[in-house]
C-alpha cells in the first residue's frame, strides 16, 4: 500500500515538472516559495473567517472556496523542496525552515476550519478540527524527533500531503454536493445526523482518528528500532 502511495505521489511530481522549470526561470529560491505557500494557507483561512463573520450557516462558498486555495498551497509546498534539489539549493537550514512553516500552516489552517465550525454551532465537528491538529503536530513532531535522535521515522499513511489532499477535496465535494442536492439534512429526534456539511465533516472526523493512529504507529515503530 505505501510502496503504491509512493508511486502516485511521484507521478504527481512529475505532473509538475513544467511548473518547476518555471519557476527556476523566474529565480525564486525554495524558501521564498515556502514562503508563498504558507501566505496562501493563511489567505484560504481568511476565507473561513471571514465566511464565518459575514456567510450564513448553510452557504458552501467559503468552505468551497478555502479548499481549492488550499490545494493550491499545497501545490506549493511540493515545489520547493523539488526545487531546492533541482537546482542543487537544498541545505539544513532550508529543511529547518521548511519544517516550521509546515507546522505553522497546518496550525493556522486548523484554526481557521474550527473557527468556521464554531462560530455556526457546529461544535463537535471543530472538536473534531482540534483532534486532527494534535495528531497532525504529533506524526511530523515524532518523525523529528526520531531523525534528532538518528533515526528515520516514515512510516503511517497520513503524512502532511494527504492531510492537505484530504481536507481540500472533501471541502470542493461539499460544494459539488450542495450544487447538486441542494441543502438537506437527515436528524434522528432534534439530532442531525447527516447534512450536506458532512461531506467536509465527516472527513475530518477520520483524520481525527488516523493522525492519531498514525502518531501511535510512529512511536511503536520507533520503540521496536530504539530498543533492538
Same mark, same amino acid.
Given at each position: %500500500?505505501?510502496?503504491?502511495? !509512493?508511486?502516485?505521489?511521484? +507521478? @504527481?511530481?512529475?505532473?509538475?515538472?513544467?511548473?518547476?522549470?518555471?519557476?527556476?526561470?523566474?529565480?525564486?529560491?525554495?524558501?521564498?516559495?515556502?514562503?508563498?505557500?504558507?501566505?496562501?494557507?493563511?489567505?484560504?483561512?481568511?476565507?473561513?473567517?471571514?465566511?464565518? !463573520?459575514?456567510?450564513?450557516?448553510?452557504?458552501?462558498?467559503?468552505?468551497?472556496?478555502?479548499?481549492?486555495? *488550499? *490545494?493550491?498551497?499545497?501545490?506549493?509546498?511540493?515545489?520547493?523542496?523539488?526545487? @531546492?534539489?533541482?537546482?542543487?539549493?537544498?541545505?539544513?537550514?532550508?529543511?529547518?525552515?521548511?519544517?516550521?512553516?509546515?507546522?505553522?500552516?497546518?496550525?493556522? %489552517?486548523?484554526?481557521?476550519?474550527?473557527?468556521?465550525?464554531?462560530?455556526?454551532?457546529?461544535?463537535?465537528?471543530?472538536?473534531? @478540527?482540534?483532534?486532527?491538529?494534535?495528531?497532525?503536530? %504529533?506524526?511530523?513532531?515524532?518523525?523529528?524527533?526520531?531523525?534528532?535522535?538518528?533515526? !528515520?521515522?516514515?512510516?503511517?499513511? %497520513?503524512?502532511?500531503?494527504?492531510?492537505?489532499?484530504?481536507?481540500?477535496?472533501?471541502?470542493?465535494?461539499?460544494?459539488?454536493?450542495?450544487?447538486?442536492?441542494?441543502?438537506?439534512?437527515?436528524?434522528?429526534?432534534?439530532?442531525?445526523?447527516? !447534512?450536506?456539511?458532512?461531506?467536509?465533516?465527516?472527513? *475530518?472526523?477520520?483524520?481525527?482518528?488516523?493522525?492519531?493512529?498514525?502518531?501511535?504507529?510512529?512511536?511503536?515503530?520507533? +520503540?521496536?528500532?530504539?530498543?533492538?
Amino acid at each position: %500500500m505505501n510502496n503504491k502511495w !509512493e508511486n502516485i505521489k511521484k +507521478k @504527481a511530481y512529475g505532473l509538475l515538472d513544467p511548473v518547476l522549470n518555471l519557476l527556476i526561470k523566474t529565480g525564486l529560491t525554495p524558501n521564498k516559495i515556502t514562503l508563498i505557500g504558507f501566505m496562501i494557507t493563511i489567505l484560504s483561512t481568511a476565507i473561513l473567517i471571514y465566511g464565518a !463573520e459575514k456567510g450564513e450557516r448553510n452557504d458552501p462558498r467559503y468552505i468551497t472556496l478555502f479548499g481549492i486555495v *488550499l *490545494l493550491l498551497a499545497g501545490v506549493f509546498d511540493m515545489l520547493d523542496g523539488q526545487l @531546492a534539489r533541482k537546482t542543487g539549493q537544498m541545505s539544513t537550514f532550508g529543511a529547518f525552515f521548511d519544517s516550521i512553516i509546515d507546522r505553522y500552516s497546518e496550525m493556522i %489552517m486548523f484554526f481557521g476550519i474550527a473557527y468556521y465550525l464554531v462560530s455556526f454551532d457546529y461544535f463537535l465537528s471543530g472538536i473534531f @478540527a482540534f483532534i486532527a491538529m494534535i495528531g497532525s503536530i %504529533m506524526v511530523s513532531y515524532a518523525r523529528a524527533r526520531a531523525e534528532g535522535l538518528g533515526y !528515520e521515522c516514515k512510516v503511517g499513511m %497520513m503524512q502532511r500531503p494527504e492531510r492537505i489532499l484530504l481536507i481540500g477535496i472533501s471541502a470542493i465535494l461539499y460544494g459539488v454536493v450542495y450544487s447538486i442536492a441542494g441543502d438537506f439534512k437527515y436528524q434522528v429526534g432534534n439530532f442531525p445526523l447527516f !447534512e450536506n456539511i458532512s461531506v467536509f465533516t465527516i472527513p *475530518l472526523f477520520i483524520l481525527a482518528v488516523l493522525t492519531n493512529y498514525t502518531a501511535y504507529q510512529r512511536i511503536k515503530y520507533c +520503540k521496536k528500532i530504539m530498543t533492538n
